[in-house]
């Protein structure tokens, strides 16, 4: 939905699975982010996403960010945008279904660079320690067509835009 709701807002995409693979080809930089406490590869990641985000509306363009994001990355991503005076809001995509949500990630190839594919072991992890973050604005559920999804969040997006230009 984040490449769907870019090309809606004509905005970047940016997505923390491609900024971390820019890091996978230096092992010492690994090590340092396995060593941090708790592990430092979604805070760090967020961290690249936010500079980036914050560059790009500078320049006044819109962005999407794409990850699994945890309450203090929200609340980072936030700060950003209220100190760029650009307008910030969570989409949650969930897949209630596990069985669906399986099926999905066993059969993705996002073929990033530098990047592996995550398995369902690793997805039913982060399912069982992940706490949605608060507030979400919108919440899209997987499991419905993805027309109805694709047309509730243009609905969101659209009416968040005419809020931001009034």
Same mark, same amino acid.
């Given at each position: 939905?984040?490449?769907?709701?870019?090309? @809606?807002? #004509?905005? =970047?995409?940016?997505?923390? $699975?491609?900024?971390?693979?820019?890091?996978?080809?230096?092992?010492?930089?690994?090590?340092?982010? $396995?060593?941090?406490?708790?592990? #430092? @590869?979604?805070?760090?990641?967020?961290?690249?996403?936010?500079?980036?985000?914050? =560059?790009?509306?500078?320049?006044?363009?819109?962005?999407?960010?794409? #990850?699994? =994001?945890?309450?203090?990355?929200? *609340?980072?991503?936030? *700060?950003?945008?209220?100190?760029?005076?650009? @307008?910030? =809001?969570?989409?949650?995509? *969930?897949?209630?279904?596990?069985?669906?949500?399986?099926?999905?990630? *066993?059969?993705?190839?996002?073929?990033?660079?530098?990047?592996?594919?995550? $398995?369902?072991?690793?997805?039913?992890?982060?399912?069982?320690?992940?706490?949605?973050? $608060?507030?979400?604005?919108? +919440?899209?559920?997987?499991?419905?067509?993805?027309?109805?999804?694709?047309?509730?969040?243009?609905?969101?997006?659209?009416?968040?835009? +005419?809020?931001?230009? #009034?």
């Amino acid at each position: 939905m984040a490449d769907w709701a870019s090309d @809606h807002l #004509g905005a =970047a995409v940016l997505a923390h $699975d491609w900024a971390m693979s820019g890091l996978r080809p230096y092992p010492v930089m690994q090590d340092a982010l $396995d060593q941090m406490n708790p592990p #430092g @590869h979604g805070r760090v990641g967020w961290s690249v996403l936010g500079a980036l985000a914050r =560059a790009q509306l500078r320049r006044g363009r819109s962005v999407v960010l794409d #990850g699994v =994001a945890r309450s203090p990355d929200v *609340e980072h991503c936030r *700060e950003v945008a209220l100190d760029e005076h650009a @307008h910030f =809001a969570v989409i949650l995509t *969930e897949c209630a279904d596990a069985g669906v949500h399986r099926s999905r990630i *066993e059969g993705r190839q996002r073929s990033i660079p530098n990047w592996y594919e995550i $398995d369902w072991h690793q997805v039913q992890r982060s399912r069982a320690s992940w706490v949605a973050p $608060d507030p979400v604005e919108l +919440r899209l559920q997987a499991t419905e067509p993805m027309a109805q999804n694709r047309r509730r969040l243009a609905d969101f997006l659209d009416a968040s835009l +005419r809020r931001s230009d #009034g």
